[in-house]
């Protein structure tokens, strides 16, 4: 049931029957190497919640997604709009607590994008305190966890594979190309992945947009030329039945105490309201 498409009527009924669990898609629009639309991290979860609602219907609340993420290490790259970290923990709060007013005590936010990771648990985190559960489902580690094949790096064969499920003229099979870390910082530091380098053997993070380092824009061990629409397919349908039964588990859980609230200065620091 989609927020978008619904009456609020039917929205008020949801909630007075009893129900009080919200999903909502938190993506991104980014650079996913040469071969990727901008949207992948959007794309995927979208795809998650159309089967999510397909499978539960009028038994699940679905929030409209939210396709900007925190993503200005990327904006070196065209196209990419980032809202970073402050604007993203704002407006999943703003929406959750206006979400929290109408009933809701579960929220489920399907992330798309890694650095997204720590603003919604900061919301998560508020809203725990508030006497609900709040839990954040980070889809492509989970697909890594669910089945090490499906597991990959940024814009690499897992990303590639959930845009081909989507619909695989979204890839430009033209633009395929070897990963490209470039830009060593020094003979002694050479670029070893996202925002490393390494060093005798350890590697150390030396964050820095990455149009510095990425090459073609893409990160990791998974090849996306060994993507196609099967893998993809597959992994997409484990991962949104692992999240319909995950969603069961959440509404069978007990919701915890409220306790003292703190919310977030402008300058990062915590106060008590």
Same mark, same amino acid.
């Given at each position: 049931m989609r927020i978008e498409l619904s009456t609020w009527p039917a929205v008020e009924?949801?909630?007075?029957?009893?129900?009080?669990?919200?999903?909502?898609?938190?993506?991104?629009t980014e650079e996913h190497g040469r071969h990727n639309p901008l949207g992948t991290d959007t794309l995927a979860p979208n795809l998650l919640l159309e089967k999510i609602?397909?499978?539960?219907?009028?038994?699940?609340?679905? =929030?409209?997604?939210?396709?900007?993420?925190?993503? +200005?290490?990327?904006?070196g790259f065209p196209?990419?709009?980032?809202?970073?970290?402050?604007?993203?923990?704002?407006?999943?709060?703003?929406?959750?607590?206006?979400?929290?007013?109408?009933?809701? !005590? !579960?929220?489920?936010?399907?992330?798309?994008?890694?650095?997204?990771?720590?603003?919604?648990?900061?919301?998560?985190?508020?809203?725990?305190?508030?006497?609900?559960?709040? =839990?954040?489902a980070d889809w492509w580690l989970m697909a890594g966890e669910l089945n090490p =094949?499906?597991?990959?790096?940024?814009?690499?064969?897992?990303?590639?594979?959930?845009?081909?499920?989507?619909?695989?003229?979204?890839? +430009? =099979?033209?633009?395929?190309g070897p990963m490209a870390l470039a830009n060593d910082i020094s003979d002694e530091l050479p670029t070893s992945g996202w925002d490393n380098v390494?060093?005798?053997?350890?590697?150390?993070?030396?964050?820095r947009d990455a149009c510095r380092y990425a090459g073609n824009g893409w990160i990791g061990p998974d090849d996306p030329a060994?993507?196609?629409?099967?893998?993809?397919?597959?992994?997409? +349908?484990?991962v949104a039945s692992y999240l319909i039964d995950f969603i069961g588990a959440l509404r069978r859980a007990p919701l915890p105490a409220?306790?003292?609230? !703190?919310?977030?200065?402008?300058?990062g620091g915590n106060s008590d309201k």
């Open positions: 009924d949801y909630f007075a029957r009893g129900n009080d669990l919200v999903v909502m898609a938190i993506g991104s609602d397909a499978a539960l219907g009028e038994d699940v609340l679905i =929030a409209p997604t939210i396709p900007f993420g925190n993503a +200005d290490d990327l904006l196209g990419t709009l980032s809202i970073g970290y402050d604007l993203l923990r704002s407006l999943v709060r703003t929406l959750s607590m206006q979400l929290y007013d109408y009933g809701a !005590r !579960r929220f489920l936010f399907i992330n798309g994008h890694g650095p997204n990771i720590k603003p919604i648990s900061s919301v998560c985190e508020e809203l725990n305190r508030r006497g609900c559960l709040a =839990a954040r =094949a499906w597991g990959g790096g940024h814009g690499g064969a897992e990303e590639t594979a959930a845009v081909m499920a989507v619909d695989p003229s979204l890839v +430009d =099979a033209s633009e395929l390494e060093f005798k053997g350890a590697h150390v993070a030396i964050p060994n993507a196609n629409p099967e893998w993809g397919g597959q992994m997409m +349908d484990g409220p306790m003292p609230v !703190r919310t977030i200065k402008a300058y």
